[in-house]
């Protein structure tokens, strides 16, 4: 099979994945040196595809012949999907090229199980090493990690890959051995264990040898099981408390070639997933709690975002005085971000906040009015009804510029 | 008063330029601003302030400018900019818009007035100099994203790759400065309208504007790319607007893979829609694995009982469930209250700080730890989340009756003589009620069930105590707890309650 026909299977059986970011690796360059590659700890993406989603590293399979029966992966073994499987060496040439031209800041590399998960793993290992070692290879590197795979080969993986995956899938034990039967809660856990007590002892021990500098990550499948968004959402809180992710990504669910009628036959709202990125925005980055936003079962709203879902729902904290109030709290005002709220604070120290800053900082307006009060303006929506602001604030149908031009300096 | 002209070309000669006038205390509205090159183009006319060129104005930037200030005004002080606004300061200077310098300069003039929130968002220049410095990083972000290089034929020399763009702002250096450090002694070269750098492997040369050249390259890689760049797309979930909101429309020209766009959004449209595959891989003769299910199955250990245990929710949060360690005929048994984040991982008792303590605390009482059977009152790990890390929760009373079924299977085969009950919940969980103290028992052994309890405190209360005198107490409760323990084996059972 000619290598652009490997190509062509192989990266359409990876794009399911949607793990794509290449940032939090140390920085490096190749000033002076051989071989390739640097990373600047930001990542870049190089180019976004129709459906929206970026391009930022060569998302591959090394092999889409799988012996596990995944209902909702399109190369479980009893689909009837065209295979292909690369050599070492096509992978590592194949990244190489796209590296040299600029469209890709480094490798993502997953693999079907072939063989036994040892197998499997030494061979994701054996293309991060070629890369590091033979090619000088210093671009940035992901593999997913086969978690039933011999942890010493996870710690190697470590040295060459500046992060880690586990996928976990499903949020629940109970959808797992339904629709992943070959797969365990139990031995991803424990992989990402130990994969964290490796990044712990790198902090701890500065010296140790490298080991997956940008940490770990995982991915969710939403909408192939029953699960509602509160068990997703504590179940990211459990494994951001345990394990150290640095991200869990959510993807809803594509139905597939030929599915199996254990998953179901529609996508769920591609909302949805939005909503839980949001979601999961404000556990990482605000503080929030899983049980603050999803206090009973059910979805997220999809017509308001979390943060105003939350608001909304807590209003005893609102308004808030933005010239006495901390910066935490500032930045749980909907139409108020971290960045902002923290501009505020810088200005306080200045002068006192007046409505007009609010509108220059580019605050959704519309969004924080009922929540905010400043040195010049009280809202007047103070008694109104949540359900009322809720249907004045909910998000329009969206419509989009299709091209949007760079506002002028 | 006297207006005065400043030419400048660059950012250390705008430097130059304003601190002298700051110096002599010269407000904005007494200078023009212009660029000499562009000066030359347009011959002499101000057509980018669309002001007439100052007739009094001198026009030598080489020349300081007139003392215009009283002579009894001595000269200001030179500014002390702070870093954060000089380099916003810096950036904005690469923004193409006319009246750059001048704004620059007023910024400057406002900051050393005291006007600080000049450099706020919230202010008006200070908003003008966020959204400069902002497009400014834009532009450097898009031209590191969207650069496309392509590869020259071996024989015509260097430089291996070419890449031709066509910057907004003025960030080429900067953008080659991140090209030097990614593609290592590789050669390349960037062409732009207004210049363009060569890197021969070791060095950076400005050459020249460059005209694109009309015959593009051939280049084996760009197919490739292209094959990538269609069978990454899933066409179930099209959604172009987020595609042109993320790629401004004027990059898209020069993107190899914007010629492929049209038609993969119009496939899609039109069905593929459906299924995420891309249609070619679709059209392929598809195979299935014949393996049986059995086969399939991964080796792996069997998950013990204890692990499948659902006898309340705690497993769902934990990694694992950690059971007693230590000899099966062991005389003493501790009882600690339940794994905590170290052992959650490792699946072992007490291997954490608080396991250290224990080993001390044995060293102290004259007690070998390896003869001691340890084990937790809850197997699994509570825990509450806080910031990025899990904060210990202690069990409730019915998380501990539920796990009381393993302590009893622990106690069933290990028959030890005596239960050290480390804390509280170790101490509820030994005997089966709620109404107990750890200060009404500490230091009183009893008798329960046929075996002695002993009470102390659980090693991470000795680690957590405030104040050296009491952590020392502490710590010698525990030995004093553990001697007790151990003289209790030789004591006969007969003996009293205490
Ligand atoms: S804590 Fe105890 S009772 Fe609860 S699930 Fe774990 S082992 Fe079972």
Redesign the pocket.
Known sequence: MELKDKLEILADAAKYDASCASSGAPKRDSVDKDGLGATNGMGICHSYTPDGRCVSLLKILLTNFCVYDCQYCVNRRTSNVPRARFSVDEVVKLTHDFYLRNYIDGLFLSSGIIQSSDYTMEQLVDVARRLREDHQFRGYIHLKTIPDADPRLIELAGRYADRLSVNIELPTQDSVTKLAPEKSVHTIKLAMGSIRARLDEKDDHPKAPVFAPAGQSTQMIVGADASDDRTILHTAQTLYGSYKLKRVYYSAFSPIPQSPSSVPSAPPPLLREHRLYQADFLLRGYGFTAKELMPAAGNLALDIDPKLGWALANRAHFPLDLNRADESMIARVPGIGLRTAKRLIDLRRLRRIRWEDLSRLRCSLKKLAPFVITADYKPAQGAASSDLLRRNLADAPRQMNLWPELQAA | MMAVRRAVDTFAEWREAARELLVHGIPPEQVTWSAPHMDDLLAGGDLFTGAPPAAEASDNPSIPPPPTEPPDEPLRPAPHIPRSLMEMLQAAACCRVPDRWAFLYRVIWRWQQGEHDVQSPADEDGARLHAMVKAVHREEHDMHAYIRFRERPEEAGPPRFVAWYEPRHDVLPQVAEHFVSRMGKVSWMIATPEASVLWDGHTLHNTGPLVRDAADLEDTGEALWLTYYRSVFNPARLNTDVMHQHIPSHRWKNLPEAKIVPQMVSEAALGARKVGQYEAVGQRKGTTIPIAPDDAQPERQQPSK?DE???????QF?TQ?VGGEGPKRAKIMFVGE?PGDQEDLAGQPFVGPAGKLLDRVCEAAGVDRDTIYVTNA???F?WEPRGKRRLHKT?VQR?IE??H??LDKELASVKPTVVVALGATALKSVLRTANVTLKDSLGKPLRHEGRWVVTTYHPSYVLRVPGEEAKRAAFNTMVEGLKLAHDLLHRPTETPDA
């Open positions: 204890l245990c659902r006898r309340c929710e705690l497993w934990a469930a339940q809850v197997k699994h509570k069990p998380e539920a796990c079924y393993w």
